[in-house]
Every structure is written in C-alpha cells, then in structure tokens.
C-alpha cells in the first residue's frame, strides 16, 4: 500500500491541482477528535472498574506477571495459578468475592488499603515470581500479554494496583487503532466521506461495552483491532484499491490475531477469499493466482510459526481454546444442528429441547443483550426496558442498511459483501462449536457478546449504511443524534457500574 | 449542515445529561455498608441466652439500622438483642431490642437508639431472649475476609449476613463524594481522592465536547 493510496483513503480524493503529498497523511479533525473522546472514556473505563472486576482479569494479569518476573509462560501444573502478591492483593480489595455476586462489594475501607499496603511491603520478592500455574488464560497464545510487559515492568517499582491500573491504560491504545481502521474501513466502502466514516467509527469508539473491555487486561482489544485491519485490508483487496503489500500485511495481521487469541481462526477463511478474490480480479492468469496464495500462506505461516515452535518445544497448545474441550469426533451433528437452530428460531416439533439454553431467543440473550452491556462479570446489567429499546434502534439501523443496500444493489460490490458475511459466517460457527463442545462437558452456555466484537466495524458500516438514506438535509441532524446517543450511553453505562460497585 | 449536526448532538447529549442527573436523584440507597455475605441459610442455632457475634467490623459509613434475616425453625419468632460493641473493651455502645411473633426467617431492619460513627471498630452480636432457638442467617467463612463470626466467644467457619442502613436513604447524586472516596482506593498509590475528582470532571465534560467537535469536524472538514 502505498503513500498515496493510504493519503487518499484517510484524506478523500486529493483536491484539483494539488499532487499527494509524500509524505505522512494528516489525520482528519473528526477521527482525531473521535479517537480523543475514545481514549478519555477508555482511561476513564480502566480507572473506575474496581480490580478483577472485568473477565478472567485474575488470570490476565497472571500471564503478564508470569512474563514479566519468571520470563516464561504460565501453565505448569506443578505451580499456582497467581502468585502471592496477586492473591493477596486481590483478597484485600474483596476481588474474589464481589465477582458476579451483585450483593458483594469491594473492599471501601481505607483503613483496609492502608493495611493492606503495608502487608504488600513486607512480602518478599518471591511473592512476584511464584505464580505461573494454570489458568483460564495460561493456554492463550502470548502476543497481548508481552503487549503489556513494557507496561508492566515500567511501573514495577509501584504496588500491585498501580501496575494493574498501567497495563489497563496500555490496553486502551487498542481501541484506538479499532476506531481508526473502523474509520478506514467505512471509508474504503462509502469513499472517504467524513459523515459516514464517523458514524462508522463511533460504534466501537463509543459502546459501552467495547470501551469497559479495553478498559480491562484483556486480550480481546488487541484481537478487535487486528481483526479490523483485517476486515479493513480484506476490503481494500477485494476491491483492487491496493497491491501486493495489502496481501501481505492482511495475512502478517490475521498471522498476529492467532498469536492473540484462538478466536481468530475464525477470520482465516474471510482472509483467503479476500486474497483468492483479489488473485482472480487481478486477471493474470491461474499461475498468477496460485503464486500470490502462496505468498499469502507463506507470510501468515513466517508470523505464526515461531509461536507454533515454542509452544511445541514447551509441550503446551499452540491454540489452546480451540482443542479445550472434547474430541471433535464426539459431536452428535444432528443434536449441534439441533442447538444452533434453537439458538435462534423456535423449536421445531421434532427437535429435542436442548437443555443448556436458556430464555429464548437465546442470540438475543447472549449475542445482543451482552454486547450492549453486560459489565463486571457479566452480572452488571442494564433494566430489560433499555435492552428492548436499544435493540429497537438496532433493528432500525440494520432496516435502513438493507434499503441502503437494496437502492444501491446494481453498484455494490458483491464479492464485498460476501467477504464480510464469510467473516460473520466463520465467526459465528467457529464460536458456536466451541460452545456447543463446552456445554457438552459442562452443561453451561459460556458465549459472550463481546465475543463478537473482532467483527465490531460491520455494525459500524451498517450504521453509516443507515445514514445514507436518511434524506440529505437530515443527515447532519441523524449524525448528531447518534452519535450523541452513544455519548449519552456510555454516561449512563459508567454511571451504571459506579452505582453497583461504590453505592 | 454542520450546526445541525452540532445542534443535533447537544440536544441529544442535553436530555441524556438531564437523564441522568434525574436517575442519579431518584435513585435512593439506604445502605450504608455491607459486610458482603449473602444470606445463603442459618448460621448457627442459637439456644436461650446464647450470642452470636461479628467481629471486628470496620464502620466505613455512619449508620443507624442493622439488617438482617433470622430463622426461628417453623416456630414464631423469639425476642433477641442487637448489640453492638467496642471491639477492643467490648462495652455496648447501642443496643435494641427486637420483640418475638416474627414469621420464620424474616429479615429485620433493627433501628438502633443512636447512630454507630464511621470510624469505629466494633462487634456486631445477636443475644436470644427467648426460649426457643434462633439462626441468624449468614455464608461461609470465606464470604468476608476482614471479620469472623463467634458463638459464645468461640470463632465458627462462617459470616453472618450484616447489613448497615443510614437513618435516611441517600440519593446516588449526594453520595458522589463518597464514591469518589472508594474508587479512588486499590488503584495504585497515584491514584487519589484529588485525582479521581479530576478524573470525574473530565469523563463529565471530555466526551461531550469532543463528541461534538468530531460531529461538526464531519461536515466542516475539507481535507
């Protein structure tokens, strides 16, 4: 990708009589501003969550820790699961206790941190290092948590907290770079027009839920931001906006989502039809296509395979969660199909009710209702009212995407938009597999909403879809409100966490 | 196109604004603290005379009620005595006094003559003044890290289940001091009262302004 190409696509058309200018692109006003109310929130985010209180952040910052003082990957049997300092820290702040339990708050007494800060003094320097056992993250592959060693060793001589606190502010910076390719993305499809880019972007910039997320130590952001680069390259591929370079960067970063999280597989087959598509556009002949397959292998194989090596060598899954639970030859195909129907559409007469669901819909339950907000460990939630009201403007915005997409029918690109429905497609498979094998062992649904976020820039672009067809002269009003809107939730949202975890 | 748009986002940020402060005004918590127990079953059966006690309870807020829930084993309630003691000299410094007739496991907002100050450390105990038993509810050991139950004196494996209501339920809007007092804590030694106000004002006046920079950006911007 060149200069030129990358000024054209975050600038627009370069203006009659001016040539592009070699040299780095300035940003537009309104993705910089985007990007600054973004980073305010995300900060704001990583400050007000109490420690632990987000996902699996016990065992985040035991695999950083694990990194940063032993120099090895977590997961030995033989060790803990956290180290002392994490244990005792975690126990002092009423972690353990308060997580999903909407009773239980954290620890408030001063006279408690001031205990507590002076029990961490005196712990030696083992209680740093003795961690390392397995976890619920100890079989993630490594890339986000060296992210956050830097982070973690620059603020070492801090207490606990402080280093917690600085590896959440040094996830924040990857929301950003969710939002810029967000932005780029929209401005690949629409062109590079400011309105539809910033309606784009202020999905990811502005819900909630995303921002609570990289306000946290978790691998997520670092796998949302690849994989929006990834959506936003895989575009610029398909639609010959770019050359050699794009393939190869779209297969270095989809290599880079793998060492991030397992989840990222499921980009893998949007990643070769976006190469394969742009091959056979490329109308150079059969050998033309095979050659640029190749390279498109060979770069994803040169990012993965050092990890693929390590874990090898060090006898642990290359991608843990992905042979996690049962034999795949244990899977009862008709009963997947079973639940994957029921998971969406009512149960037919002849189908067995399948027992782990819960209140159907079930997509609506665990897709919309926990990608809207669903905060702590899950257990903070919005009133039912608000989840059925943002879910109407939800369908509103996705009514006016498929009238944008109908007026539009004879120039949009298909090929584009099979592209993104590969994604969405793998993506939903791939996760619905992975929990359907888990319930299998343990009778419990375990997806998430914001396990859909890798794919958070298409709601973007259905948003900026909306937008087109809002008459011209309403457009300006539209844009105001919705993004507004999103302002206005991610108060209420903050204000909603504040209430549980300090009042 | 770009002052409506403006227009547009400040009327909208306007009435979220207005929201919110109304939703922070109307929503009223009597709870001052809580020890963080859910009230999973009876605790210990407490005969005639005999006490259960919670100990030692830091006072992170003033309060003035106590709740909690007692189960009498399908019999009416027995009168019991709510004491709460000085940790250290164990004198009372209030008590009250909750009649019998109760239905079985109740749950008892006990309002104490005089407000217990914030600061205090102090024993929370339960006295049966009946002749039949009572159980105080409460969860097992683990459920509160910074305090124990005792019964007559000897520590059990388990937390009674407290809760400490102010005399007047408080809006979320006046407790914004407070909060800021508690999230400010077990986030690095940085991180201070001072910082967490400064933290408020920006997350209050940031977003908005730069939400509505970014929105007239979008039409206004030529580059």
């Known amino acids: 990708m060149s200069t030129e190409s990358l000024e054209r696509e975050i600038h627009g058309a370069p203006k009659e009589g001016h040539a592009p200018l070699n040299r780095l692109p300035r940003a537009p006003a309104a993705l910089l501003c985007l990007l600054a109310a973004s980073l305010v929130l995300g900060c704001g985010w990583a400050l007000i969550v109490p420690p632990f209180q987000a996902p699996d952040e016990f065992a985040h910052v035991a695999y950083v820790q694990s990194l940063a003082n032993r120099g090895d990957l977590p997961g030995d049997p033989a060790r803990p699961l956290q180290s002392t300092e ?44 003795d961690g390392g056992g397995p976890n619920a993250a100890s079989s993630n592959p490594p890339l986000y948590y060296l992210w956050l060693v830097p982070a973690y060793k620059a603020t070492s001589g801090g207490d606990f907290f402080a280093r917690l606190s600085a590896m959440r502010l040094a996830t924040v910076p990857l929301l950003l770079l969710t939002v810029t390719a967000t932005w780029l993305l929209a401005g690949t499809v629409f062109g590079p027009r400011r309105p539809y880019q910033l309606a784009a972007a202020s999905v990811p910039a502005l819900l909630p839920m995303v921002t609570f997320v990289s306000g946290s130590v978790n691998p997520d952001p670092l796998l949302y931001a690849l994989s929006a680069f990834v959506l936003w390259l895989g575009a610029r591929v398909i639609l010959r906006r770019g050359g050699a370079a794009d393939v190869v960067a779209l297969c270095a970063l989809a290599g880079l989502a793998v060492l991030t999280k397992a989840t990222a597989y499921a980009l893998l087959p949007a990643v070769a039809f976006a190469v ?52 795949a030859s244990d899977v009862n195909v008709r009963e997947l199909t079973s639940y994957v129907w029921q998971y969406y559409l009512p149960r037919l007469p002849f189908q067995a009710e399948y027992a782990p669901l819960g209140n159907y819909p079930q997509a609506y339950e665990t897709w919309f209702k926990k990608a809207v907000g669903a905060f702590g460990w899950l257990e903070v939630r919005w009133p039912s009212t608000v989840y059925a009201g943002l879910f109407a403007v939800w369908l509103a915005l996705v009514v006016a995407a498929v009238v944008a997409l109908t007026r539009r029918r004879r120039t949009v690109d298909w090929m584009l938009l099979a592209f993104f429905a590969t994604a969405v497609i793998s993506l939903l498979a791939g996760l619905h597999w992975s929990e359907y094998r888990i319930a299998e062992s343990s009778g419990a649904l375990l997806s998430q909403g914001r396990y859909l976020f890798p794919l958070i820039s298409l709601p973007g672009l259905v948003a900026a879809a909306a937008l087109t067809t809002v008459p011209v002269r309403h457009r300006a009003t539209a844009l105001g409100a919705f993004v507004g809107g999103l302002v206005v939730l991610q108060m209420f949202a903050i204000g909603l966490v504040v209430t549980r975890f300090y009042v | 196109m770009s002052k409506r748009a403006l227009f547009a986002f400040a009327a909208v940020f306007a009435v979220g604004l207005v929201g919110l402060m109304v939703a922070a005004t109307l929503n009223r918590t009597s709870e001052a603290f809580t020890l963080g127990v859910v009230p999973g079953g009876p605790l210990a059966r407490l005969g005639s005379e005999r006490e259960l006690c919670q100990k030692p309870i830091e006072v992170i807020e003033t309060f003035e009620r106590v709740t909690l829930q007692v189960g009498t084993f399908a019999r009416a309630g027995q009168p019991f005595l709510l004491d709460v003691r000085e940790v250290t000299s164990g004198r009372s410094i209030v008590q009250a006094r909750v009649e019998g007739g109760y239905a079985d496991n109740a749950v008892h907002a006990v309002t104490l003559a005089s407000a217990v100050p914030k600061g205090a450390k102090v024993a929370v105990c339960v006295r049966n003044l009946g002749d039949r038993p009572i159980a105080p509810y409460g969860n097992v050991g683990l459920s509160n890290q910074t305090s124990a139950a005792y019964q007559d004196g000897r520590q059990i494996d388990g937390d009674m289940a407290l809760v400490f209501l102010r005399a007047e339920p ?54």
């Open chain 1, 86 to 129: 994490e244990q005792v820290a975690a126990g002092a702040a009423n972690a353990f206790q308060t997580a999903q339990q909407l009773l239980v708050k954290p620890e408030w007494s001063r006279q408690r941190y001031e205990r507590w800060r002076a029990e961490d003094e005196r712990l030696g320097k083992h209680a740093r290092t």
């Open chain 1, 276 to 327: 394969l598509v742009g091959a056979w556009r490329a109308r150079r002949g059969v050998r033309r296509i095979v050659v640029i397959a190749l390279a498109a292998a060979a770069t994803f194989a040169v990012v993965v395979a050092p990890w693929f090596v390590i874990a090898r060598v060090n006898d642990r899954p290359a991608s843990g969660q992905l042979v996690g639970a049962g034999p």
């Open chain 2, 170 to 223: 408080a809006t979320v809007l006046g407790l914004v001091p407070t909060i800021v007092d508690r999230a400010s804590l077990f986030h690095g030694a940085w991180a201070s009262v001072a910082t967490y106000w400064v933290l408020l004002v920006v997350l209050l006046v940031g977003p908005p302004l730069l939400g509505g920079f970014a929105v007239r950006a979008a039409f206004t911007d030529t580059t």
